[in-house]
């Protein structure tokens, strides 16, 4: 509430209050003393004591929130999954990203030698005419065959790693075999002893 | 923003979602039977209409929780705002 009174210099007028707009929520009472014009700072804002009281949720709101809940679970195992997969997404589309830059800038004599290996390619599936296994086996034997004559530190890498692979693969599988087949000797073998010992 | 709270603006969000949905696509019904001949196209504007400014409104309401805490964290640090 403020009191408003006469400028000097202004028009004469009488002195006037005005109301402000009460606080919403309702049936608080302000119990502030009128401030003056003169009292009044050019530099702050007067302190406002409102509070913002939310409308009340509705039927159609509740019922939102309980079809929400319901499908928390459900959204939760989406966006888990999401998290799952987008990192592998981003990986692939950075790799196709990275090949057309490349492409775009490609090294010293790249498409010739991607067109010899291609035709390699070619003439395995062309000699490997009357098997569905040739036609897989031929074609690649014979590119990666051709790539290696070019790029030959590379080809012994993946050459290197892929024989580690299999090498580790190899154990591992004999060492599963060798504890399945350990296994039903110990438990025969625990048969006989319960048979003799009643 | 909680959880709770974001929680009350999506059930809210969804809530003016299906309302402006209903309320498109119903006066887009009613346009297409009196005035243009029982066709789809008023239908569809009714109801695309009523979703776009339910997006609108929604994407406002989450806005708004940083947007008020921006002009807190200016107000804090000017020290003077109106």
């Known amino acids: 509430v403020l009191t408003v009174s006469a400028m000097p210099g202004a028009p004469q007028l009488p002195p006037f209050t005005v109301f402000a707009a009460g606080a919403a929520g309702g049936g608080e009472k302000e119990t502030t003393a009128p401030l003056s014009l003169d009292e009044l700072s050019l530099y702050a804002a007067p302190q406002q004591n409102r509070r913002y009281a939310e409308p009340e949720a509705g039927q159609l709101e509740e019922r939102v929130a309980t079809f929400r809940k319901l499908a928390e679970p459900y959204s939760a195992w989406c966006s888990g999954t999401f998290d799952k997969i987008k990192p592998k997404v981003q990986k692939v589309v950075q790799f196709g990203s990275d090949a057309y830059a490349c492409l775009q800038k490609p090294p010293k004599d790249f498409y010739p030698r991607a067109g010899i290996i291609g035709f390699a390619g070619m003439l395995g599936l062309f000699l490997a005419r009357g ?34 692979s299999v090498y580790d693969s190899a154990v591992r ?5 060798e504890k399945i087949l350990k ?3 110990s438990k025969d073998a625990n048969g006989d002893k319960s048979k003799r010992n009643p | 923003m909680s959880e709770k709270e974001l929680g009350k603006k999506w059930d809210r ?16 019904i009613v346009f297409s039977v009196l005035f ?24 406002n309401n989450l806005r708004s929780h940083y947007l008020q805490h921006r002009i807190e964290a200016v107000c804090f640090r000017t020290a003077s705002c109106w």
Request: net charge positive; aromatic share 10%.
């Open chain 1, 131 to 164: 098997s569905r296994v040739k036609k897989l086996l031929y074609p690649a034997g014979f590119m990666a065959v051709s790539a290696s004559l070019y790029y030959p530190e590379q080809a012994a890498a993946i050459a290197k790693s892929t024989g580690d």
């Open chain 1, 173 to 177: 599988s004999y060492a599963a075999l």
């Open chain 1, 183 to 185: 296994n039903p000797q």
């Open chain 2, 13 to 28: 969000c969804l809530a003016d979602g299906v309302i402006k949905l209903g309320t498109g696509l119903g006066l887009g």
């Open chain 2, 36 to 59: 243009f001949k029982r066709r789809t196209w008023p239908i569809s504007l009714g109801s695309g209409a009523g979703l776009g400014m339910a997006y609108a409104n929604c994407q």
